[in-house]
């Protein structure tokens, strides 16, 4: 840090197990990279290659280059698997996760209807080839899943192999853990909490509003994904409380330092 302020939560270095960031990147070109990386690299743990935009991203590999560089790893989009597997091409998407020396993959059915214990067995298939982040929720704003069966399959997905799963809520923040409105369905969040620990966890929270929410309610470290390239610092002083949003928080829960 640049200078010394007392009373600020304690971050754990990377990599770290808590505490996660992952940054959403939907397209930036090489240079916009190299300038996050620049300005944002420190305090990102991982970023998504959103959906299935590698697709159709141009230079592909020196994109992965410049954050592998960076000790930054990454991994496509749920929505990248479920276009493979209603192709039914698993076997060659195992080979693109080859090909571009992948270390994570994400398994998602949120776009496709997917038998659970069919998605529990491409957890546990991709695990012994990479690590893998599970993704809990549906896309479809119709598609109201109760808290108990949220439970439910987050913790298969964790035992079938999964490193930490992922609350839906689509780039935009507006379906699965949220209302249309952005605002978040706290009960549901609460009682997935009573049963799921923290730190297996990675909340989807583009919004600010959201970040607080989960920044207030578990803690500084909590994980936190669909970050914005350009939100990554203004995340940061959030879990620092140096910002208005937590600015008295931390400095009124030292029990949450």
Not at 14 to 25: H, I, L, Q, S, W
Not at 89 to 100: A, C, S
Not at 144 to 156: D, G, K, R, S
Request: glycine letters at 8%.
């Amino acid at each position: 840090m640049n200078y010394e302020l007392k009373d600020i939560p304690e971050r754990p270095a990377k990599p770290r197990d808590v505490g996660f960031t992952m940054a959403m990147d939907k397209g930036l070109s090489l240079r916009e990279v190299e300038d996050f990386i620049d300005s944002s690299g420190e305090y990102t743990d991982i970023v998504k290659l959103g959906w299935a935009t590698s697709y159709i991203t141009t230079n592909l590999k020196d994109k992965l280059a410049l954050y592998k560089e960076a000790g930054i790893p990454t991994y496509f989009g749920g929505t990248l698997f479920e276009a493979f597997v209603i192709r039914d091409q698993f076997e060659d998407y195992r080979k693109l996760l080859d090909k571009y020396d992948m270390p994570f993959a994400e398994v998602s059915d949120g776009s496709i209807e997917l038998p659970h214990d069919l998605k529990c067995e491409y957890i546990s298939k991709l695990s012994d080839q990479v690590t893998v982040l599970s993704e809990v929720g549906s896309k479809d704003a119709e598609k109201i899943i109760p808290p108990y069966q949220w439970i439910e399959l987050m913790q298969t997905e964790l035992d079938a192999g999964a490193w930490k799963v992922i609350g839906e809520s689509r780039e935009a923040g507006n379906v699965g853990l949220f209302r249309a409105s952005g605002e978040v369905r706290s009960g549901l969040v609460q009682e997935i909490l009573t049963k799921i620990p923290f730190e297996k966890i990675i909340w989807e929270a583009p919004q600010k509003a959201q970040q607080v929410y989960f920044i207030k309610l578990v803690g500084a470290n909590v994980n936190l994904g669909n970050i914005a390239p350009n939100e990554i610092i203004p995340l940061e002083t959030i879990r620092l409380g140096l910002r208005g949003d937590t600015f008295h928080h931390f400095l009124n829960n030292k029990d949450l330092l």
